[in-house]
């Protein structure tokens, strides 16, 4: 009978112990895995080392991997159930784990030891691990010498502190703020979240309704509430969060001068590195050849999605003088024009069709399509956990597991705001034990939570991201590649890594689909074919203001880390840069004092700068692999053809990363991604 370890963060056999871990158990948890990686480190970089993969693998890779596990679970932990005390300890031992990496990643005797290797005697999966191996020595420094490369420690690990600090602000400026209004203020709002809203001022011990920034709360309020002076207060909050525009007590939290230094390190990187700007260095490990061919993209988007962009606005403007009183709508009144004008013209609202989606029964559907497409069993299973909402789950094929998965619904304080995916582990030929390990992911979301004895309910729009977040995961999780570099989303291109999660979306609009993952919530009917088909003719509603703020964003991201910053008044003015983009792009303009900048976590703190048209980049991948499905639907009937469902399996799921994706696009259409079916999927094409 085996012990368990006393710190749970060494505790690495099995899953991670999350109902154990306490904050003091980072920093001597660290101590030990730091040092182990270190000797590791040291050990393969000696001369008498043979230059082999295997041996290599068994030494440090096992090493850094528990290491990696162990932060993870930290990091995991960080997001989704902050307190003073783990952030304390998870900001004290982020800059040694940072060092480490960066030490890694930049030391030549490692280097020398990658380019030794005879390259014919590798495996394919490990050729490709060893390529991009090689890719990321490059960029990681490792050719760097004396004082650059004391630089480059020195930027990566500021860097790192810095998207910390940006994530903070942006977490502790959203949980600040919140406004408790009367009943009168919320004429129009939800029932179920007026209900939510007295329940948390109750539980402050306060008056009124408590409103707050977080999606569940704050969305409602902006498409439903008939008072436009509330919709106001709440957009400026929300539109100024981390700001320098913000209420007086919350500018602590400003994110101005973090934005500025981390783009002043970004481009002092690219430099050392001998790019022209930050952009050329995040795509160097990315399918688009260049800045110049992304803001090609992006542009010619931006051209054909104008004239729908235009139509929707003029329509917006129309229905809002003339039903709702509002000549001038303001950036505040859009959403609630925009959902009155969709109730009118297709007689059915967000809030009718959320009685149907009840979390349980959209997770039943949404099982049921996995299971019937891939050819698995999902059953629920046990784990430590960190939170009583949490479930854990495992993937079967026949008696074997495929892999496992935490899902992590529900919004709440300390949880950063978003949905995504992570890796626990990845599935991995053990070179240390010959075992095979499986892959386990973490599934998160920011859903309401349900009310008394009722369900959680999900809006269309949640059923959507459930479904995105699940395309992730079975990316991760049902790969069948045994090279842990290489396996499930691990060296996938960062621009196709959005094709998985982005093509389980299309099921959400599939009536033979939803048939099976609605229940009312009073009555346990399924959702009506009728109130289904008024959904679907609403469902390209604004598609051409859509895709314009998606190109907005994509186009103020690469123009930024390309160094197209004016400089107004000796400093780089980040928000000079934002009103240029919008002027060329956008039909609807922010007020001057939006701050949406400061909250953009995706490119100053969750990985992607100069990367955030990978979003619409792999839109045309993942809507050009689910036309297959379409093609199939016309001959079987339905979309969830098994035998094109194993062919995409086969072809992208379980490759992973060990290819280019370009290659496993191929080997499942046959041929290369056509911008066709995003517009056709996006009713932007004229007839």
């Not at 079967?396 to 995916?421: I, S």
């Not at 030929?429 to 004895?453: I, K, S, W, Y």
């Amino acid at each position: 009978m085996s012990i368990a370890n006393p710190n749970p963060l060494l505790d690495l056999d099995g899953l991670p112990r999350f109902d154990a871990i306490a904050p003091a158990d980072v920093a001597p948890a660290l101590d030990e895995l730091l040092a182990r990686a270190d000797e590791a480190l040291e050990l393969v970089t000696a001369d008498t080392f043979p230059a082999q993969w295997a041996a290599l693998s068994a030494t440090l890779d096992v090493a850094t991997e528990r290491l990696g596990r162990a932060w993870g679970a930290v990091n995991h932990l960080n997001s989704v159930a902050d307190s003073p005390e783990l952030r304390a300890a998870y900001n004290a031992a982020l800059p040694r784990v940072t060092e480490f990496w960066t030490r890694l990643g930049a030391d030549e005797r490692l280097y020398a030891k990658y380019k030794a290797m005879d390259v014919a005697q590798l495996t394919p999966e490990q050729r490709q691990a060893h390529t991009n191996a090689m890719r990321g020595f490059v960029l990681g420094g490792a050719e760097l010498q004396g004082a650059a490369k004391e630089r480059f420690a020195q930027l990566q690990e500021r860097q790192a502190e810095l998207g910390q600090k940006f994530s903070e602000n942006s977490l502790d400026a959203t949980d600040a703020f919140a406004y408790f209004a009367t009943e009168e203020e919320l004429v129009g709002v939800p029932t179920d979240v007026v209900q939510a809203a007295r329940a948390a001022a109750v539980a402050d011990g306060k008056e009124g309704h408590k409103l707050t920034l977080k999606m569940p709360s704050y969305l409602p309020v902006m498409q439903f509430a008939l008072s436009s002076a509330l919709r106001e207060r709440l957009y400026r909050a929300h539109t100024t969060r981390a700001s320098d525009q913000s209420a007086e007590e919350f500018r602590k939290f400003d994110n101005s001068a973090v934005m500025q230094e981390l783009l002043a390190l970004r481009q002092d990187e690219a430099a050392l590195l001998g790019y022209a700007n930050f952009a050329e260095v995040s795509l160097m490990p990315k399918m688009a050849r260049s800045p110049q061919q992304v803001v090609d993209f992006l542009r010619d988007l931006a051209r054909r999605a104008r004239p729908f962009a235009e139509q929707d606005l003029a329509d917006l403007r129309a229905f809002a003088a003339e039903h709702l009183d509002l000549p001038d709508p303001q950036p505040w009144d859009w959403s609630y024009v925009g959902e009155k004008l969709k109730e009118a013209r297709y007689a059915f609202s967000e809030q009718e069709v959320k009685t149907y989606f009840t979390a349980p029964k959209v997770l039943q559907g949404l099982f049921r399509i996995i299971e019937t497409l891939f050819e698995v069993a999902i059953r629920p299973d046990n784990a430590p956990i960190w939170h009583p909402g949490v479930q854990f789950f495992r993937i079967e094929r026949g008696t074997h597991l495929v892999g496992q998965f935490y899902l992590d619904p529900g919004a709440r304080t300390g949880k950063r705001g978003g949905a995504w995916m992570d890796d626990v582990r990845a599935r991995w030929l053990r070179p240390d034990t010959g075992a095979l390990q499986t892959p386990v992911a973490h599934l998160v979301c920011n859903f309401a939570e349900g009310m008394g004895d009722k369900p959680a309910l999900l809006t269309h729009d949640d059923v959507i991201t459930l479904f995105h977040e699940f395309g992730h995961g079975l990316h991760h999780l049902l790969t069948q590649v045994n090279e842990r570099d290489v396996s499930g989303i691990s060296g996938v291109e960062w621009d196709a890594v959005e094709l998985p999660s982005q093509f389980m979306e299309n099921f959400c609009w599939e009536w033979d689909v939803l048939k099976h993952m609605t229940a009312h919530v009073d009555t346990g009917e399924p959702l009506p074919r009728a109130l289904y088909d008024k959904m679907l003719a609403a469902k390209n509603f604004q598609s051409g203001l859509q895709t314009l703020r998606q190109v907005e964003f994509s186009l103020f991201d690469m123009l930024l880390h390309m160094g197209q910053v004016p400089v107004v008044n000796g400093q780089p003015d980040i928000l000079a840069l934002l009103k240029h983009v919008r002027d060329e792009v956008a039909v609807l303009q922010a007020p001057a004092y939006n701050r949406t900048p400061h909250t953009f976590g995706h490119i100053f703190s969750g990985g992607y700068s100069a990367g955030y048209y990978s979003y619409k980049w792999a839109e045309v991948l993942s809507a050009d692999a689910y036309a297959a499905f379409e093609e199939a639907a016309q001959h079987t009937g339905t979309t969830l053809d098994v035998a094109t469902g194993r062919r995409y399996r086969e072809a992208v799921l379980e490759a992973g990363g060990s290819r280019p994706a370009m290659e496993s696009f191929k080997a499942f259409r046959g041929r290369e991604p056509q911008l066709d079916a995003l517009l056709r999927h996006q009713g932007m094409t004229t007839a």
